[in-house]
T-cell receptor, first 112, second 113 residues
Framework: GDSVIQMQGQVTLSENDFLFINCTYS??????LFWYVQYSGEGPQLLLQ?????NKGSSRGFEATYDKGTTSFHLQKTSVQEIDSAVYYC???????????FGSGTQLTVMP | GGIITQTPKFLIGQEGQKLTLKCQQN?????MYWYRQDSGKGLRLIYY???????QKGDLSEGYDASREKKSSFSLTVTSAQKNEMAVFLC????????????FGPGTRLTVL
């Protein structure tokens, strides 16, 4: 069945460090891929999405490339700030339905 | 712009009690969702509704009922609250018609005593 895997449950960095959050997916067809961000006390909000394979999405300094070959959609940011501390969810559309399949989330903590 | 409102923000109930969570959206979106968020387990779909009076079960529908009385509102009922289902419940909506982006409410935190 469809699935999204985020292996990193928690990531702790210092300000100005490079961020890399791993995401791989499994499905048939060509899903749309998403990254959502959830700040403390709020609901998740869309960070970026990519519909077409081999394209890159970017927002607020974050970027992710839809790699059909490795079925990956890793999230990167060159220099993180304390305000980036949040939970990050990778997600994809599920073929033939209005559902999104979410990964288990990665808690990012950025130390000042 | 629009907003999703979830009430109550905090819900405390007794084990075995029937509890109802409410969600309202003013986006005029067709499709609405209920998710349960447990720490370390991501978002798991309970129910969704493609249009008014439609209901579709998600992977976690056992122990829950839902109701889409009108386009703007979607309610979730915990039929018999259990201690192991203390979590945050998130409501979301999407416009449909080719757009899959989901817009989320702030959540209802359920505590079962």
């Amino acid at each position: 069945g469809d699935s999204v895997i985020q292996m990193q449950g928690q990531v702790t960095l210092s300000e100005n460090d490079f961020l890399f959050i791993n995401c791989t997916y499994s499905t048939t067809g060509y899903p749309t891929l998403f990254w959502y961000v959830q700040y403390s006390g709020e609901g998740p909000q869309l960070l970026l999405q990519v519909t077409t394979a081999n394209n890159k999405g970017s927002s607020r300094g974050f970027e992710a490339t839809y790699d059909k070959g490795t079925t990956s959609f890793h999230l990167q940011k060159t220099s993180v700030q304390e305000i980036d501390s949040a939970v990050y969810y990778c997600a994809m559309t599920s073929s033939g339905s209005w559902q999104l399949i979410f990964g288990s989330g990665t808690q990012l903590t950025v130390m000042p | 712009g629009g907003i999703i409102t979830q009430t109550p923000k905090f819900l405390i109930g007794q084990e075995g009690q029937k509890l109802t969570l409410k969600c309202q959206q003013n986006f005029n979106h067709d499709t609405m969702y209920w998710y349960r968020q447990d720490s370390g387990k991501g978002l798991r779909l309970i129910y969704y509704s493609i249009t008014e009076n439609d209901l579709q079960k998600g992977d976690l529908s056992e122990g829950y009922d839902a109701s889409r009385e009108k386009k703007s509102s979607f309610s979730l009922t915990v039929t018999s609250a259990q201690k192991n289902e203390m979590a945050v419940f998130l409501c979301a909506s999407t416009p449909g018609q080719g757009s899959y982006e989901q817009y989320f409410g702030p959540g209802t935190r359920l505590t079962v005593l």
